[in-house]
């Protein structure tokens, strides 16, 4: 359990949170195939692991809130899953995944570290319940409905379903029809809940069903809201990336190659020492 002193939460052997380096969760929006994910996963292993920041990689098992009916969900459960599997024992980094159903929680956690909740999802009682009593760390996204106090409840439901360890994130708010926009005020609302609180860039920029049957984006965009997040004090940030975006099978418009990874860690890794050096609001006095 993280030290209940400090604003921290485990996510199996990292430790995210207040005064800590900048942990990043990331990796590819979907599980494609075995191959494309052991190699995204150890290029985004070896570009963390050179600029010194804690990684959580990334993929879903299945996509179940696809604009369309003819878009790529999942490769099945127990496939995808497996290739999950594998990445940890070869990499030996800590896994996040998302899941849409309470029946889902208990099969993904016998896998995965972390267990997400999509934005869409995140006041489902029944969801954040049965992803609490796996006894995983459980990150919620904060719904684009929601304003950021809100996600207090979301936090008291958790810890009633037995969790302990708690990450919240922002991923934008809706404004108008396919755009969002983030107040960065939310990140220390949330992190006034007690728990970290992770900045998803990548779906920030994300423009929800903008291109008809799918949804767009702007992943030029991304490094910037995150140099903006992590200025503010966000202590962690969430990033899909894809050796094609282009041809990614689920959210390609926002998601950043594979060859950006390096200049976009280094700045962030720069910020967080930074903002640890001086944290956001001590110009304000006490």
């Known amino acids: 359990m993280a030290d209940s002193a400090l604003r921290r939460t485990a996510v199996g052997d990292l430790s995210i949170g207040e005064g800590l380096p900048l942990a990043v969760l990331a990796g590819p929006c979907v599980v494609e195939g075995r191959d494309i994910t052991m190699r995204i996963a150890e290029q985004v292993i070896a570009c963390s692991s050179r600029h010194g920041l804690p990684l959580v990689f990334k993929a879903s098992f299945d996509k179940a809130n696809r604009s369309s009916a003819r878009s790529f969900r999942s490769l099945g459960t127990e496939e995808s899953l497996g290739i999950l599997s594998e990445v940890k024992e070869q990499f030996g980094v800590p896994l996040v995944t998302d899941i849409h159903l309470p029946e889902q929680a208990a099969r993904a956690a016998e896998v995965v570290d972390l267990l997400q909740i999509p934005a869409f999802l995140c006041r489902q009682t029944d969801l954040l319940t049965a992803a609490a009593e796996t006894g995983k760390a459980v990150n919620v996204k904060k719904g684009q409905f929601l304003a950021a106090g809100e996600m207090g409840n979301v936090v008291e439901k958790l810890r009633v379903g037995g969790a302990s360890e708690v990450l919240l ?5 809706f404004f108008g029809y396919h755009r969002l926009v983030n107040d960065f005020t939310g990140i220390p609302t949330m992190q006034a809940f007690g728990v970290p609180v992770v900045f998803d860039a990548t779906h920030s920029v994300q ?10 984006g702007d992943r030029r965009m991304a490094p910037l809201l995150a140099r903006a997040a992590v200025s503010v004090g966000a202590d962690a940030v969430f990033l899909e990336c894809h050796e094609d975006p282009d041809e990614a099978l689920s959210d390609g418009p926002n998601s950043l190659p594979l060859d950006s990874l390096d200049s976009v860690f280094g700045t962030l890794r720069r910020l967080r020492e930074f903002a640890l050096e001086h944290p956001p609001g001590s110009e304000f006095g006490p």
């Open 207 to 216: 423009r929800p069903g903008g291109d008809g049957d799918r949804s767009g």
């Open 169 to 173: 994130t922002e991923r934008g708010t």
